[in-house]
Nanobody
C-alpha cells in the first residue's frame, strides 16, 4: 500500500503560480512512477504530468507543457508540481497518483494509488 496526501492548492489569479506537494508513505516510494492528474467539474480526470522513479524520464500533457514542472525528492518521499502562468482552464481538483515502475503511464487505470486531491482555482 502507498498512501498519498496532496497539499498546496488554493485560489490564485490568472498568471500566478502555485506549487503542489504530494507526500507518500507506505511501500517504497522511490520505486514508483508518480503522476499528477486533474479533474474539472463535469469533465473526466485527465493526465497532467508524470515522472519516473529516478526522475530521468518526465512527461507532460500538451496543455501544461512549458508552464508546469514535475519533480520528486525520494529522500523526502515527496513529488511536486510547480505550476506557473496559471490560466482559468487550469481550475480543477489535482490528484497525485502512484504507478508500478513500467514506462511513463498517462492513463488513469494504469495508476494503483491515489491521493484525496487538492483544489486549484484560477480566477481570471
Amino acid at each position: 500500500q502507498v498512501q498519498l496526501v496532496e497539499s498546496g492548492g488554493g485560489l490564485v489569479q490568472a498568471g500566478g503560480s502555485l506549487r503542489l506537494s504530494c507526500a507518500a508513505s507506505g511501500r517504497t516510494f522511490s520505486s514508483n512512477v508518480m503522476g499528477w492528474f486533474r479533474q474539472a467539474p463535469g469533465k473526466e480526470r485527465e493526465f497532467v504530468a508524470a515522472i519516473s522513479w529516478g526522475g530521468g524520464r518526465i512527461g507532460y500533457a500538451d496543455s501544461v507543457k512549458g508552464r508546469f514542472t514535475i519533480s520528486r525528492d525520494n529522500g523526502k518521499n515527496t513529488v511536486y508540481l510547480q505550476m506557473n502562468n496559471l490560466k482559468s482552464e487550469d481550475t480543477a481538483i489535482y490528484y497525485c497518483a502512484a504507478a508500478p515502475p513500467r514506462g511513463l503511464p498517462r492513463l488513469v487505470y494504469e495508476y494503483d494509488y491515489w491521493g484525496q486531491g487538492t483544489q486549484v482555482t484560477v480566477s481570471s
